[in-house]
T-cell receptor
Framework: AQKVTQAQTEISVVEKEDVTLDCVYE???????LFWYKQPPSGELVFLIR??????QNEISGRYSWNFQKSTSSFNFTITASQVVDSAVYFC??????????????FGPGTSLSVIP | ETGVTQSPTHLIKTRGQQVTLRCSSQ?????VSWYQQALGQGPQFIFQ???????GRGNFPPRFSGLQFPNYSSELNVNALELDDSALYLC?????????FGPGTRLTVL
């Protein structure tokens, strides 16, 4: 069965600190997708990244970076120089890859990040 | 702005009633998924529609049903509402490598 674990329930950091959100997943599929989403207090889910299981290259987008390690089934997310606007709940998610369609996206329980000015 | 809209924003129903939630996605987004997000939890996959046919379903009973229409709109219907159905209901549509979520409908069952 597929499962996503985000062990950190809540994290508080002071503005400009770096913070890493952990994500560990379980799947028997050899091909799958991993995702990160942000849910600010307004409630709308914001897509951040999708990563194919065959692509283990780390990715950087501005202050965001992702570290995918298949050997440890982890897909961690780092925010560099955090800002107050980064305060939100962050979800890691996993889905089976079926062609161009998604199926049964499994979300983790989320990590609530508070950035204190 | 994701281009995905949902209506209504909030809804209050009583146990046993039926409810229909609506979602409108962007032109060309042939796949739409619905999720239920209980307070303090991650979204749970309800089902997915591709070109008007259901092609994936999570662990939800048959009283949760859906429709997708040719104009890229879709519906989530829930019959015989239970108190535990109180949640934020999200729809999402897909294009290439991106998934776009709507703002959600907050359903409260009393």
């Amino acid at each position: 069965a597929q499962k996503v674990t985000q062990a950190q329930t809540e994290i508080s950091v002071v503005e400009k600190e770096d913070v890493t959100l952990d994500c560990v997943y379980e799947t028997r599929d050899t091909t799958y997708y991993l995702f990160w989403y942000k849910q600010p207090p307004s409630g709308e889910l914001v897509f951040l990244i999708r990563r194919n299981s065959f692509d283990e290259q780390n990715e950087i987008s501005g202050r965001y970076s992702w570290n995918f390690q298949k050997s440890t089934s982890s897909f961690n997310f780092t925010i560099t120089a955090s800002q107050v606007v980064d305060s939100a709940v962050y979800f890691c998610a996993l889905s089976e890859a079926r062609g161009t369609s998604y199926d049964k996206v499994i979300f983790g329980p989320g990590t609530s990040l508070s950035v204190i000015p | 702005e994701t281009g995905v809209t949902q209506s209504p924003t909030h809804l209050i129903k009583t146990r046993g009633q039926q409810v229909t939630l609506r979602c409108s996605s962007q032109s060309g987004h042939n796949t739409v998924s619905w999720y239920q997000q209980a307070l303090g939890q991650g979204p749970q996959f309800i089902f997915q529609y591709y070109r008007e046919e259901e092609n994936g379903r999570g662990n939800f009973p048959p009283r949760f049903s859906g429709l997708q229409f040719p104009n890229y709109s879709s519906e989530l219907n829930v019959n015989a509402l239970e108190l535990d159905d109180s949640a934020l209901y999200l729809c999402a549509s897909y294009r290439a490598n991106e998934q776009f979520f709507g703002p959600g409908t907050r359903l409260t069952v009393l």
